[in-house]
């Protein structure tokens, strides 16, 4: 069954009801072994075009990663990316903003680790962090020292929302695609999530008792990222909405999504001139001696 990524792309000034998209669909595969020779095949061409897209060295690709707690996040990236050169791509994820960082603009940690020409850089949480977590928990606005008329939250996620997609303009003008993925996650599947990460040792170092807090505010949460995917989709920087209970399914669904972006890109192999053919015809008959 082929993947449509265009199924799950938000279309631009839509209102989104996130009630209304799926948290789970019908499976790509129909057994374990059919799912990964799929992910399989998408990872095959995934490392085919990055090789590629690093040859070429024109585009730069953003893939920024966002969904609650227990979504999937780190998963998707581990087993989507595992196949690609890590000379051609960079992963970052962003925690609670350093002092150092809450005295620049809300933009500016992220921005500082964009992906150069020729590479991937994926975003486990992003700025987007700035009109969701700080939506939600405005008190932590105070703690960003901004002038208090700046503070007013009758305006300033609005103004937010025009500050990022702005700066997705200048980086779509300047080279850089951006896809934004959302990996959308029920309610009791996090339940069944956290209950699986406390039971097992590998995962219950990733539960604290500030995930079981954060659950309390999940209707704010998804009004949040209802009014941002209604701000911020655009057709130069489109946000994803991939149902995220079915784990392998969601992973199949993110690795077309990013074969899609980078099959978009013009690219080609840097072209031989007469005067490199002729220089390595020369290396080739050192070589031979």
């Given amino acids: ?15 989104v009801d996130l009630g209304e998209w799926p948290t789970v669909v019908d499976p790509y595969s129909k057994s374990k072994q059919e799912y990964k020779d799929i992910l399989q095949q998408h990872m095959e061409k995934l490392s085919s075009l990055q090789r590629l897209h690093y040859a070429s060295n024109h585009y730069a690709l953003l893939v920024i990663f966002q969904g609650m707690d227990g979504s999937g996040k780190d998963g998707a990236i581990r087993h989507v990316m595992s196949g690609i050169n890590p000379q051609g791509c960079e ?32 975003f486990n ?16 606005l105070r703690s960003q020292g ?6 007013d939250e009758k305006v300033i996620w609005e103004q937010r929302y025009g500050s990022i997609v702005d700066l997705e303009k200048h980086l779509h003008r300047n080279g850089t695609r951006i896809v ?49 995917f209604r701000a911020t989709s655009t057709h130069h920087a489109p946000w ?24 978009e890109l013009k690219m080609d192999y840097p072209k031989t001139t007469e005067e490199r053919r002729l220089e390595l015809d020369e290396i080739k008959k050192l070589l031979a001696k």
């Fill in 1 to 15: 069954m082929s993947i449509d990524s265009k199924t799950y792309r938000v279309p631009p000034d839509k209102k």
């Fill in 91 to 122: 992963v970052f994820s962003f925690k609670q903003p350093s002092a150092e960082e809450l005295q620049h603009d809300f933009l500016w940690r992220s921005t500082c680790r964009l992906p150069e020409r020729g590479r991937i850089g994926i």
């Fill in 125 to 140: 949480r992003s700025y987007y962090e700035e009109v969701l977590v700080v939506r939600v928990h405005p008190e932590l």
């Fill in 146 to 151: 901004l002038p208090e008329e700046l503070c």
């Fill in 180 to 228: 934004k993925i959302f990996l959308h996650l029920s309610y009791e599947e996090q339940r069944k999530r956290f209950l699986e990460r406390i039971d097992e040792p590998d995962k219950n170092w990733k539960f604290s008792t500030s995930d079981i807090h954060e659950r309390k505010y999940w209707k704010q949460y998804m009004k949040a990222y209802e009014d941002c």
């Fill in 240 to 263: 994803y909405v991939v149902p995220a209970d079915d784990k392998e399914n969601a992973r199949l669904i993110v690795s077309q999504i990013v074969l899609d972006a980078l099959g």
